[in-house]
C-alpha cells in the first residue's frame, strides 16, 4: 500500500515523541513522509504538488501532537487550501474518495483525563469529530487512529515503545469501515449530491 505520511509538528527540533515518528517511518521505503513546516515555513503550500501526492497514495497519514484539543494551525491550513472544491468534493472532487485515512496523533495529558466529568471532560473520539466528519465529506475511509497519550511524561523508553506501538498500527492493515459508518458515507453522498444539483 502506497502510504503518505503528513507530520504536521510546526517545530520538530522541540520534538520529543514526533521526530521519533518521522526518523522511524522515513526509514521504510513504501512511506512517503513529508514535514510540513520544513517544505513550507511560510505557510504557503504548493497546492497542486500536495494534490499530486495525495492522488498517488492509497493511505493518507496525518501524524501531529494535540494543540488545544485539535491539530497544530499548519495542518488546518494544509486541508483549508489543499482540499479544494473540484478535487476532494463538488463537482468532479473525488481525488480522495476510497483512500484510507488515519490520525496519529500524540497526546500530551493522560487517557484518563478524556472523558466525560474527566479533567478534559470529552473523550478524543468526540474532540476528532472535524476530522471524522472530513473523512467523511470527501469519501475518504476513516481507519482506527493511533494515539499515544501522556506524550509530555513520556521517558526515553516509553517513546521508544511508542515508535514500535506505531509501526505496528500504521502498517496494519485496518477493519472495514462498521455500518455506522457505512450510513455515515451514505448521508455525506447524498447531501453532496444535494448540493451540487
Ligand atoms: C500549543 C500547545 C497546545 C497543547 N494542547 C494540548 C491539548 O489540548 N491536550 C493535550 O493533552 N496536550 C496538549 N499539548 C501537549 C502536546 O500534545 C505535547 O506536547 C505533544 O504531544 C508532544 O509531542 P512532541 O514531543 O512531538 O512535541 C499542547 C502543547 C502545546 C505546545
Avoid at 504538488?49 to 488545544?68: G, H, M, S, V, Y
Avoid at 483512500?99 to 478524543?124: C, Q, W
Avoid at 455515515?184 to 444535494?194: F, S
Amino acid at each position: 500500500m502506497k502510504t503518505l505520511v503528513i507530520v504536521a509538528h510546526p517545530d520538530l527540533k522541540q520534538s520529543r515523541v514526533n521526530l521519533h515518528w518521522k526518523q522511524a517511518l522515513e526509514q521504510r521505503t513504501d512511506f512517503k513522509v513529508k514535514n510540513l513546516a520544513e517544505l513550507y515555513p511560510d505557510y504557503q503550500f504548493d497546492v497542486a504538488r500536495e494534490q499530486a501526492d495525495l492522488i498517488e497514495c492509497e493511505r493518507l497519514i496525518l501524524q501531529f501532537p494535540l494543540f488545544w484539543y485539535s491539530s497544530p494551525a499548519i495542518l488546518k491550513k494544509w486541508i483549508d487550501d489543499v482540499f479544494t472544491p473540484g478535487f476532494a468534493y463538488a463537482r468532479g472532487g473525488d481525488k480522495l474518495m476510497g483512500k484510507e485515512l488515519m490520525l496519529s496523533i500524540s497526546v500530551g495529558a493522560p487517557e484518563d483525563g478524556y472523558r466525560a466529568f474527566g479533567f478534559n471532560n470529552f473523550t478524543l473520539d468526540e474532540l476528532l469529530r472535524p476530522f471524522q466528519q472530513t473523512a467523511n465529506y470527501v469519501k475518504a475511509r476513516l481507519v482506527a487512529p493511533f494515539i499515544f497519550y501522556q506524550s509530555v511524561f513520556a521517558s526515553q523508553e516509553e517513546i521508544e515503545q511508542s515508535v514500535e506501538a506505531m509501526l505496528a498500527h500504521v502498517t496494519n492493515e485496518c477493519e472495514p469501515p462498521s455500518i455506522v459508518y457505512e450510513k455515515l458515507l451514505l448521508a455525506a453522498e447524498e447531501m453532496q449530491v444535494a448540493l451540487i444539483s
